[in-house]
């Protein structure tokens, strides 16, 4: 019954921004840690940031350390991901993820002119 649903992906000219959103049901959300991951084409899916269940401890990709902000609200069941200055690199489909265990289907970001 968990289910995490993203949104807000899209099509986005280089050194533009997009916000990711993430709604979640079936679980106790502010009980659990929430990650964004990605996965580019033909490229093993990675890590993008992480933020603690009070969301209050965030932690990056080396790749988006300073262009991308993970945020989160336990009332909402949502948690975000803005991303600012964005990469043609950047480029992939975000999945939203609880607890290292539940998975979105995801949302294609196209970074490109």
């Known amino acids: 019954q968990v289910q995490l649903v993203e949104s807000g992906g899209g099509l986005v000219q280089p050194g533009g921004s997009l916000r990711l959103s993430c709604a979640a049901s079936?679980?106790?959300?502010?009980?659990?840690?929430m990650n964004w991951y990605r996965q580019a084409p033909g490229q093993e899916r990675e890590l993008v940031a992480t933020?603690?269940?009070?969301?209050?401890?965030?932690r990056y990709a080396d790749s988006v350390k300073g262009r991308f902000t993970i945020s989160r609200d336990n009332a909402k069941y949502t948690v975000y991901l803005q991303m600012n200055s964005l990469k043609r690199e950047d480029t992939a489909v975000y999945f939203c993820n609880a607890n290292a265990a539940h998975w979105g289907k995801g949302t294609l970001v196209t970074v490109s002119s």
């Open positions: 933020i603690s269940s009070g969301g209050t401890i965030t």
């Open positions: 079936g679980f106790i959300f502010s009980n659990y840690v």
